[in-house]
């Protein structure tokens, strides 16, 4: 209980830092015209509602004023309101939220799918063709980012894709494409949760195969590694079925840098989700932090900013307490600490 309470505390120092730089760079490029309420606000906003909106939020204080009573504001749910949308920001987050939420979750969910028992028969099956298959196909996908997949899987499996001919033959135009029909309109899972798959099958195809490939090169050498061990030799020796012996044994005591890579893969999963969302026109969080950033919207950047940061806080806190669920030798040191 203090080991998870130490780390809490550095995940909350972690977080008031990150959210109040935020802020600065956001106070910072709202001054840069003059006044910052004025520049919030727009060119066209009357000297007192600009008045009110500078004593409300502080902007005539300094910058620690201001962060205190923004993060009052966020604990009691006032985040702020939207100039550009004409919404409070609260209610855009609650609009926006569920999609970034459900794209890495699938991504997450479908990495170690994909990722675990490719890499348990590859380490099986060392140098083999099917693990060098695998680890080419891993080295391939690491290397992709989602801004060079997206655009490609978009061609092979979103329907009706339009593309024109070269040379003589432009004025012709040639249909080509697949079976998942472009996003658009979000559709949720207590909807109608067919159509939801349909619509988010290649979106988070797009996050799910770097992933995959990241875990999958993590968990094989681990595993391989793990394969070599006394323990295992042992295990073999008294008569442990094999397929108990890589499942149950192995496995187990491969998993550390899996879980590390799954808190890592947080950060790198709000990155990918702005690419997905921009080009497959769904509305999340990552396209609205984008809008709110390009419109200077501040409230909106500053909430959005912490509610991403809190989410891979509290990921990796996660991941931190697990190591102990997974080898009871940790939790016991952590409790003697």
Not at 70 to 76: C, D, E, Q
Not at 246 to 259: D, G, I, P, Y
């Amino acid at each position: 209980m203090r080991y998870a309470l130490q780390k809490l505390g550095q995940f909350a120092i972690v977080f008031f830092i990150v959210t109040f730089v935020v802020m600065i760079l956001m106070r910072l490029g709202l001054n840069a015209p003059g006044d910052p309420a004025r520049t919030l606000l727009g060119g066209t906003a009357d000297q007192a509602l600009i008045d009110a909106t500078t004593a409300k939020y502080r902007l005539d204080s300094n910058y620690f004023t201001q962060y205190f009573f923004w993060l009052k504001g966020m604990v009691t749910g006032d985040m702020g309101f939207s100039v550009p949308n004409s919404l409070p920001v609260s209610e855009l987050v609650q609009t926006r939220m569920m999609t970034t939420l459900l794209l890495g979750f699938y991504a997450i969910l479908w990495g170690l799918i994909i990722a675990v028992p490719l890499a348990v028969r590859q380490a099986y099956k060392r140098d083999s063709w099917f693990d060098k298959f695998g680890s080419g196909a891993s080295f391939a996908f690491v290397s992709a980012p989602a801004i060079v997949l997206a655009p490609i899987l978009t061609l092979v499996l979103i329907k009706e894709n339009t593309i024109g001919l070269p040379g003589p033959l432009s004025d012709y135009q040639v249909t080509i494409g697949g079976w998942f029909p472009r996003v658009g309109d979000k559709v949720y899972p207590w909807q109608d949760l067919g159509e939801h798959f349909r619509n988010f099958f290649v979106p988070t195809l797009v996050l799910t195969l770097p992933i995959a490939a990241v875990f999958s090169r993590l968990l094989r050498g681990d595993m391989v590694m793990t394969l070599q061990a006394d323990f295992v030799t042992l295990a073999s020796a008294k008569g442990v079925s094999p397929r108990r012996v890589l499942w149950v044994h192995a496995l187990r005591n491969s998993l550390f840098s899996l879980l590390t890579s799954v808190g890592l893969q947080i950060g790198g999963i709000v990155g990918g989700a702005i690419v997905a969302e921009t080009f497959f026109d769904l509305d999340g969080m990552g396209t609205m932090l984008v809008t709110a950033i390009l419109s200077k919207d501040l409230f909106t950047v500053q909430s959005a900013s912490a509610i991403l940061v809190a989410s891979v806080v509290v990921v990796n806190l996660i991941v931190d307490l697990m190591y102990g669920v997974l080898d009871p030798r940790i939790r016991h040191a952590r409790a003697l600490a």
